[in-house]
């Protein structure tokens, strides 16, 4: 195939069709949607790490990996004749058009907020009679990420604290629960709370709690390598040093590490 021409959505489809084809890759003919569940997952993480890095370069190869999921999954479900990448294609682009009335017809918005309220409004339009407003948020997401998301749905309708001091003064209440607490059963529930609440509290401060959490893994990991460094350095075996001298390496490592 001429580069020219690889470079388009019709010839990635040719190219997906082609490896799942009889003459094919056998590894790619082989896989199912439950056996591509640990690819698609792990591509999304390879986005969000590349987004956190910025460059440009990596970030447009992790969309084409993410990318070469969804196109396997779509020709897995047009061999069922189920639906197509045409399909997929056609249902979103209707979906964004039905939910920006104000773009695509003659609604006026005042500002993004009021765009939140309309959305989640005609999504409720597309629910099914009884279905609950917190229905389709997937379960398997990671935990504080549900938590912001059911949060900001049950927000969009009114259901949220005033002020975010508010919030923040809860988070005192749920460290006494847990200091409270009479065993380890009530322990996990009352440390489920204050997760939850920390999660709300980022909502509001527009924080997203998986990519401050990971900030701060990083910023962990670079300093305590610093102090692994530190030791070899000065023939120290960090073992064995006191729990106030790892405390003083650790302030220096803070201020090497920021």
């Not at 190219?15 to 003459?23: K, Q, V």
Request: proline content about 4%; some cysteine; aromatic content about 6%.
């Amino acid at each position: 195939m001429p580069k020219k021409e690889s470079g388009t959505f019709a010839a990635l489809k040719k190219i997906i069709a082609r490896l799942r084809g009889p003459a094919g890759c056998p590894w790619d003919k082989k896989q199912t949607h439950a056996s591509l569940k640990p690819y698609l997952i792990e591509e999304c993480y390879e986005v969000l790490q590349a987004l956190d890095e910025g460059t440009p370069q990596k970030i447009c190869e992790e969309l084409g990996d993410l990318l070469l999921q969804i196109m396997l999954h779509a020709q897995i479900a047009a061999e069922a004749g189920q639906f197509n990448i045409d399909d997929v294609v056609g249902g979103i682009s209707s979906k964004l058009i039905h939910r920006h009335p104000h773009v695509f017809g003659g609604q006026k918005v005042r500002d993004a907020g009021e765009v939140e309220v309309n959305w989640e409004a005609l999504k409720q339009e597309e629910r099914e009679e009884g279905e609950s407003l917190l229905a389709g948020v997937p379960e398997q997401m990671p935990a504080l990420a549900y938590s912001q998301s059911i949060q900001r749905r049950v927000a969009r309708v009114g259901f949220d604290w005033e002020k975010v001091e508010e919030i923040i003064d809860k988070l005192a209440e749920e460290v006494a629960e847990i200091k409270q607490a009479p065993d380890q059963q009530e322990r996990v529930k009352e440390f489920g709370d204050l997760l939850f609440t920390l999660a709300n509290v980022a909502r509001r401060l527009d924080i997203d709690p998986e990519m401050a959490l990971r900030s701060a893994n990083q910023r962990f990991y670079r300093r305590f390598a610093y102090m692994e460094k530190v030791c070899r350095e000065r023939s120290i075996n960090f073992g064995s040093l006191s729990l106030d001298e790892q405390n003083v390496l650790w302030e220096e490592a803070k201020r090497a590490c920021p």
